[in-house]
């Protein structure tokens, strides 16, 4: 499994912090709420061990595909030792997702948006005649992505759009490499690798791609034709699947689809588009809550 190597390093904090906190009376952990094994550790130690005021508190921070598993709990889980006990959800769509799960009153709270920001307004003008390519953490996930375009390289260059590729900031372009050469897999020359802030890009990208990633949100803000492209080997995790039915944009583009679709949207006046952005960026807008004093203090228990 590949969280396993992960899980055991938590367990090796353990006594660390017990040692560090040795003389401390209340303690407060604070950690992304996903419902990951890895999160469960602290947690369900400091709880177990009752010589602590131990409070969890778990921060839903982006918002998430249908697909992903994590916020499905099971009954009373609730209830357990890990589970944190309080949860700061970063807007109205997130919180929705408790509401029918849990029981509990006032275990959720509405805080701010901190994994997203709203540029705001972006000019038309702005826009240049290009694709940008968000590459995800996972490795098989970007293997799948550059395949499917790079197979496409010759479609692109016909309608004179620049490709540029970004790492996730986790991910080095040396790994990157690395990892490519051992299958013997080169990206294409006339493409870019990034080294401007997601934001830069974004502003300046007509449509951008993206597989198995929330960075589809920033670009729908960011006013970017979005391309979702659905996976081979995995579930898509596409991070506005719940807007699929109503906004076609946002549906999953099977890999075998994909040549057919960027011929339809690259021979399109971009205009065509913007009343599907502008709906979307709406919902989002009130779904997702800013960053204020007031909303920031949500976290304090």
């Given at each position: 499994m590949s969280g396993s190597p992960e899980l055991v390093v938590f367990f090796r904090y353990l006594p660390a912090l017990e040692k560090f906190i040795k003389k401390g009376t209340s303690i407060r952990s604070y950690n992304h709420f996903e419902n990951m094994p890895f999160e469960k550790v602290i947690p369900d130690y400091f709880k177990h061990k009752g010589s602590w005021d131990f409070k969890q508190i778990g921060y839903h921070h982006t918002i998430v595909s249908n697909d992903f598993l994590g916020y499905n709990l099971y009954e009373s889980e609730e209830t357990s030792s890990y589970f944190p006990d309080l949860i700061v959800a970063n807007g109205s769509i997130s919180s929705k997702l408790y509401s029918e799960n849990l029981t509990s009153n006032g275990r959720v709270r509405i805080g701010p948006s901190l994994r997203?920001?709203?540029?705001?307004?972006?000019?038309?003008?702005?826009?240049?005649?290009r694709l940008l390519i968000l590459l995800p953490l996972e490795l098989n996930a970007c293997i799948e992505l550059l395949s499917a375009f790079s197979h496409l390289n010759r479609i692109i260059s016909e309608f004179?759009?620049?490709?540029?590729?970004?790492?996730?900031?986790?991910?080095?372009?040396?790994y990157l490499k690395a990892k490519l050469t051992k299958l013997n897999f080169h990206i294409p020359e006339d493409w870019i690798v990034s080294k401007q802030d997601l934001y830069s890009d974004l502003f300046e990208s007509q449509y951008v791609a993206v597989s198995a990633s929330?960075?589809?949100?920033?670009?729908?803000?960011?006013?970017?034709i979005p391309i979702p492209v659905g996976r081979l080997l995995d579930l898509d995790l596409n991070g506005l699947d719940f807007y699929s039915d109503r906004y076609p944009l946002l549906k999953s583009i099977r890999p075998g689809n994909l040549e057919k679709w960027l011929h339809k949207l690259f021979s399109a006046d971009p205009n065509e588009f913007s009343g599907q952005l502008k709906a979307i960026q709406e919902d989002l807008r009130v779904g997702l809550c800013s960053n204020s004093e007031d909303l920031m203090n949500q976290f304090l228990v």
């Amino acid at each position: 499994m590949s969280g396993s190597p992960e899980l055991v390093v938590f367990f090796r904090y353990l006594p660390a912090l017990e040692k560090f906190i040795k003389k401390g009376t209340s303690i407060r952990s604070y950690n992304h709420f996903e419902n990951m094994p890895f999160e469960k550790v602290i947690p369900d130690y400091f709880k177990h061990k009752g010589s602590w005021d131990f409070k969890q508190i778990g921060y839903h921070h982006t918002i998430v595909s249908n697909d992903f598993l994590g916020y499905n709990l099971y009954e009373s889980e609730e209830t357990s030792s890990y589970f944190p006990d309080l949860i700061v959800a970063n807007g109205s769509i997130s919180s929705k997702l408790y509401s029918e799960n849990l029981t509990s009153n006032g275990r959720v709270r509405i805080g701010p948006s901190l994994r997203q920001k709203d540029p705001g307004p972006i000019q038309k003008i702005d826009k240049q005649k290009r694709l940008l390519i968000l590459l995800p953490l996972e490795l098989n996930a970007c293997i799948e992505l550059l395949s499917a375009f790079s197979h496409l390289n010759r479609i692109i260059s016909e309608f004179k759009i620049q490709t540029l590729i970004r790492l996730h900031p986790i991910m080095s372009v040396t790994y990157l490499k690395a990892k490519l050469t051992k299958l013997n897999f080169h990206i294409p020359e006339d493409w870019i690798v990034s080294k401007q802030d997601l934001y830069s890009d974004l502003f300046e990208s007509q449509y951008v791609a993206v597989s198995a990633s929330a960075s589809i949100i920033d670009a729908i803000l960011c006013n970017c034709i979005p391309i979702p492209v659905g996976r081979l080997l995995d579930l898509d995790l596409n991070g506005l699947d719940f807007y699929s039915d109503r906004y076609p944009l946002l549906k999953s583009i099977r890999p075998g689809n994909l040549e057919k679709w960027l011929h339809k949207l690259f021979s399109a006046d971009p205009n065509e588009f913007s009343g599907q952005l502008k709906a979307i960026q709406e919902d989002l807008r009130v779904g997702l809550c800013s960053n204020s004093e007031d909303l920031m203090n949500q976290f304090l228990v």
